[in-house]
């Protein structure tokens, strides 16, 4: 005995006994004895596609499932209200599909964006790949990195620079400063002349921008960047360099003058808070 039974959202579980085609068809036709098996494989599995669309037209009745027939033809043929529904659907999916190419590109327009604040954020590759980019901005060429090396070499109209960057938990430290004059120094065997050094560091990178009140350049190390006429700049110093430059290109002379005079912390940038604003989250 078999049952049908129906689920709330329309579906069917169906619970039949097992059904054997070969033995129902040696039965009708009254044979005692075996099949051969490739013999009797084709004449059973030629009576499953009826048996399965039978089951499936009893199942359609006892739910209630309407089955229209809509041969390729009738196309050709529409009322008035047909063909004016016809053409709505067909207007509301060109306005979907135009709907969705444009959230592609405001999608990508946004993850480009929010990219950019890797300057006040980030760390390795990402905050480096952010600080080329404005150096670039700024008139400069960058050189990537040689194996082995994690300076950007600049080259810009004025002259040439070596970049160190680094994102940190905490404030910059002496070692970074360090570092950046072994680029410069081997940068200087190299030519034969000693280009500008550059430390980027986004400091206090997990801390909430506006409650970065703690200097990011230690005064121990300032001497030493000093004497070596070292620019010392902060990522989020940065991301504002870049945000006045776009709004006025010929600021970019200023801005990389700032950065081959300066021989310690650079002074100005820091009026994030007229590009950055504070929005609510809704709970």
């Given at each position: 005995?078999?049952?049908?039974?129906?689920?709330?959202?329309?579906?069917?579980?169906?619970?039949?006994?097992?059904?054997?085609?070969?033995?129902?068809?040696?039965?009708?036709?009254?044979?005692?004895?075996?099949?051969?098996?490739?013999?009797?494989?084709?004449?059973?599995?030629?009576?499953?596609?009826?048996?399965?669309?039978?089951?499936?037209?009893?199942?359609?009745?006892?739910?209630?499932?309407?089955?229209?027939?809509?041969?390729?033809?009738?196309?050709?043929f529409a009322t008035?209200?047909?063909?004016?529904?016809?053409?709505?659907?067909?207007?509301?999916?060109?306005?979907?599909?135009?709907?969705?190419?444009?959230?592609?590109?405001?999608?990508?327009?946004?993850?480009?964006?929010?990219?950019?604040?890797?300057?006040?954020?980030?760390?390795?590759?990402?905050?480096?790949?952010?600080?080329?980019?404005?150096?670039?901005?700024?008139?400069?060429?960058?050189?990537?990195?040689?194996?082995?090396?994690?300076?950007?070499?600049?080259?810009?109209?004025?002259?040439?620079?070596?970049?160190?960057?680094?994102?940190?938990?905490?404030?910059?430290?002496?070692?970074?400063?360090?570092?950046?004059?072994?680029?410069?120094?081997?940068?200087?065997?190299e030519t034969g002349?000693?280009?500008?050094?550059?430390?980027?560091?986004?400091?206090?990178?997990?801390?909430?921008?506006?409650?970065?009140?703690?200097?990011?350049?230690?005064?121990?190390?300032?001497?030493?960047?000093?004497?070596?006429?070292?620019?010392?700049?902060?990522?989020?110093?940065?991301?504002?360099?870049?945000?006045?430059?776009?709004?006025?290109?010929?600021?970019?002379?200023?801005?990389?003058?700032?950065?081959?005079?300066?021989?310690?912390?650079?002074?100005?940038?820091?009026?994030?808070?007229?590009?950055?604003?504070?929005t609510k989250v809704?709970?």
């Open positions: 005995m078999g049952a049908i039974k129906r689920s709330k959202s329309g579906g069917h579980l169906i619970l039949l006994p097992m059904v054997d085609l070969r033995a129902s068809q040696a039965e009708d036709e009254g044979e005692n004895e075996a099949l051969d098996d490739a013999e009797d494989s084709a004449e059973w599995l030629g009576l499953a596609p009826e048996f399965q669309m039978d089951l499936l037209a009893a199942v359609s009745q006892l739910g209630g499932v309407m089955t229209a027939s809509r041969p390729a033809w009738v196309e050709r008035k209200r047909q063909q004016e529904l016809r053409n709505g659907v067909l207007e509301q999916q060109k306005q979907i599909e135009s709907a969705r190419e444009r959230l592609a590109e405001l999608q990508q327009e946004e993850e480009a964006a929010l990219a950019r604040d890797q300057l006040y954020l980030g760390t390795g590759r990402s905050l480096e790949l952010e600080v080329k980019a404005v150096l670039e901005l700024l008139g400069g060429v960058v050189t990537e990195p040689e194996p082995g090396r994690d300076d950007w070499r600049v080259t810009f109209p004025e002259g040439d620079a070596v970049v160190e960057v680094k994102g940190v938990g905490k404030t910059a430290a002496e070692h970074h400063a360090a570092q950046l004059e072994k680029w410069v120094s081997g940068a200087l065997e002349q000693a280009p500008k050094g550059i430390l980027v560091v986004n400091t206090w990178r997990e801390k909430p921008i506006d409650e970065r009140t703690d200097r990011s350049f230690p005064d121990q190390m300032l001497p030493y960047s000093a004497s070596r006429n070292h620019c010392l700049v902060t990522g989020l110093q940065l991301f504002v360099m870049r945000a006045e430059v776009e709004a006025d290109a010929n600021r970019a002379v200023d801005a990389r003058g700032a950065l081959l005079r300066t021989a310690g912390p650079l002074e100005g940038y820091d009026d994030w808070q007229s590009i950055i604003q504070e809704d709970d």
